[in-house]
């Protein structure tokens, strides 16, 4: 049995989970498209009638592409039509730019299994990108100004455990995500929706909380009530990029031989910082850009220039100040949530680390209401 998680990109709130049962080990085919026959079938005209399609055959499943219009990809790599890709659990099949396929072969509702990047599935003689020998200047340099950072994967599972204990779980929570608009970031908001299922993506500009209270109760109000309680699970946090030569801010993506820049928008302000040449009125077409300048330079005195690290750090703490203000509005007497901040770092080949801020609990059942979870190894207060 498959289990796979279907996120909607542009609507994770409408994800779902669904299960791919074989019958006496016999080979099989469970299409994917529009049509009305397919295994899973979506109402979305960029999606080919008959997309593609998984097979079950002799023990293993894979995918092959039936020459949709839109294509797919895997693990953010383009398939190649009519051919066969095998499937593992941790896998990510993306339909058309429209519908991702978080493939897991375990029964995550009612077993977490605990992820191990170190002894991950990983193809035979493939190196792990996350040991430090797979990229040694990477690795200096995360290490020098990110010192507590961890795989993706470890820190959501990490942040999943520690919450199962005050009562959060994938049934009862509803996951949030305040990350860059910007696609790089997606791999987050995908595992965040594999741990906790139908998540809500409030993302804004560099990941800043754009979120007032009006959209703050639309989200919420997507919230389960179980046992008269709502849960939710807020992760938000600014990203940065980190070349294998150690560059900052750069990254070059699999299949893509352009860098791509992360933040941009922070990258930007350090620029317009340096030159001197601030734009400082509102800029009605340019309106998220403009608040994150305002509030970037609301914190820094005159005269700063801080590069893209120092930038990125600012920005992580003004995420968490704004995180807290905006959430104090909750009702504490029908929500419960956690509030994981951070730094998302994109390493190479095509890695993501995050750098662990903040983690904490407010619920009006334990004392003072509020809770700090210390889940995460401190090598350093540099951070
Ligand atoms: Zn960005």
């Not at 999943?160 to 996951?175: I, P, Q, R, V």
């Amino acid at each position: 049995m498959l289990k796979i998680t279907v996120i909607n990109i542009k609507s994770p709130q409408d994800s779902y989970e669904t299960e791919l049962k074989v019958n006496n080990n016999q080979s099989q085919e469970f299409w994917i498209g529009r049509a009305s026959d397919c295994t899973i079938q979506f109402n979305n005209l960029e999606v080919s009638r008959y997309h593609g399609k998984i097979i079950f055959d002799q023990g293993s499943y894979y995918f092959t592409d039936e020459k949709s219009t839109m294509g797919s990809w895997l693990n953010n790599k383009k398939v190649n039509v009519k051919q066969k890709y095998p499937l593992k659990t941790g896998d990510n099949l993306n339909i058309a730019n429209c519908f991702m396929l978080a493939i897991s072969d375990y029964d995550i509702t009612t077993q977490p299994t605990r992820i191990d990047t170190r002894s991950r599935n990983l193809p035979d003689n493939s190196v792990d990108p996350y040991t430090p020998e797979s990229n040694p200047i990477f690795n200096e340099t995360l290490q020098r100004y990110f010192p507590n950072s961890i795989p993706m994967h470890a820190y959501i599972q990490i942040t999943y455990d520690a919450l199962e204990a005050y009562g959060f779980e994938h049934k009862n929570t509803m996951g949030m995500t305040t990350l860059c608009r910007d696609e790089i970031t997606e791999p987050f908001l995908t595992e965040v929706i594999r741990r906790w299922g139908a998540s809500f993506n409030c993302s804004s500009l560099a990941g800043f909380v754009m979120m007032g209270k009006t959209a703050l109760a639309a989200a919420t109000d997507h919230v389960p009530i179980v046992d008269g309680k709502r849960r939710f699970a807020f992760y938000a946090m600014p990203h940065i990029a980190i070349s294998k030569d150690g560059e900052i801010g750069k990254v070059y993506r699999y299949g893509i031989k352009k860098v791509s820049h992360a933040c941009g928008a922070l990258e930007a302000i350090a620029k317009e910082l340096l030159s001197g040449r601030l734009k400082l009125e509102m800029d009605m077409q340019d309106v998220e850009q403009t608040i994150v300048r305002q509030k970037i330079l609301s914190h820094i005195y005159y005269g700063d220039k801080p590069d893209l690290i120092e930038m990125t750090k600012l920005a992580a703490q003004i995420i968490a100040k704004d995180t807290q203000n905006l959430l104090s509005a909750v009702d504490t007497s029908i929500f419960k949530y956690a509030v994981m901040t951070g730094i998302q770092i994109h390493g190479p080949m095509d890695t993501t680390w995050i750098s662990p801020q903040e983690f904490y609990v407010v619920d009006r059942d334990i004392p003072e209401n509020k809770k700090d979870l210390f889940v995460f190894e401190d090598k350093s207060t540099n951070v």
